[in-house]
């Protein structure tokens, strides 16, 4: 069960450029995106989230876009910092029966910021 | 900022035992979770509770694994008979609402051997 997929299991970035994280999912009943920063030895951290009705979300350095069309998601980071560094999920809702949401993950994308 | 805490944070424990990962999840929040992360593959929901009962469980989430919220702060992850493959990363989330971001716990390294 891969309905949200992130392709790129790392990426490294030098520090004040920009770094695209990217994620695909398949099912279209996913109403509500999520990206979580997940550093060693600690829990994932809620950072941005985007509602399938927007296609651009920005806070500070983090703007998540979203393709509906394409069923892509991307997490852009400007400018990139050594502290940046961390595993990326992103994370899809999905409504059930029961009223409540479901949450799918994708595999995680390892960002490393070079000084 | 209130925080989700897990304990322990390690725990090792032999084939067959039984393992209660304990949570105690943000004071306000209404719904609760568990997930795990085996070494190298990605986040898998395994349960949520809700008005003290299961309301959504995964394919992972057997005969084997029961949740209790026993109190009015603690919500527990019990593994009956612990099997090699069950050594994994255990995180705990709460909400106080289901569509909103969930805050996870910073997890329990169960290690099985």
């Known amino acids: 069960d891969q309905q949200v997929k992130q392709n790129s299991p790392s990426l490294s970035v030098q520090e004040g450029r920009i770094s695209i994280l990217n994620c695909d999912y398949t099912?279209?009943?996913?109403?509500?995106f999520l990206w979580y920063k997940k550093y060693p030895a600690e829990g994932p951290t809620f950072l941005i989230s985007?509602?399938?009705?927007?296609d651009k979300n920005e806070d500070g350095r983090f703007t998540v876009f979203l393709n509906k069309s394409a069923k892509h998601l991307s997490l852009h980071i400007v400018p990139s910092q050594p502290g940046d560094s961390a595993v990326y999920f992103c994370?899809?809702?999905?409504?059930?029966?029961?009223?409540?949401?479901?949450?799918?993950f994708g595999t995680g994308t390892r960002l490393k910021v070079l000084a | 900022e209130p925080e989700v805490t897990q304990t322990p944070s390690h725990q090792v424990t032999q084939m067959g035992q039984e393992v209660i990962l304990r949570c105690v999840p943000i004071s306000n929040h209404l719904y609760f979770y568990w997930y795990r992360q085996i070494l190298g593959q990605k986040v898998e929901f395994l349960v949520s509770?809700?008005?003290?009962?299961?309301?959504?469980k995964s394919e992972i989430f057997d005969d084997q694994f029961s949740v209790e919220r026993p109190d009015g702060s603690n919500f527990t992850l019990k593994i009956r008979s612990t099997k090699l493959e069950d050594s994994a990363m255990y995180f705990c989330?709460?909400?106080?609402?289901?569509?909103?971001?969930?805050?996870f716990g910073d997890g329990t390294r169960l290690s099985i051997l």
């Open positions: 989330a709460s909400t106080y609402t289901s569509n909103q971001p969930q805050h």
């Open positions: 994370a899809a809702l999905r409504p059930l029966t029961s009223g409540t949401y479901k949450y799918i």
């Open positions: 985007i509602s399938s009705i927007k």
């Open positions: 509770f809700y008005n003290n009962e299961i309301s959504e």
């Open positions: 099912n279209s009943m996913f109403d509500y």
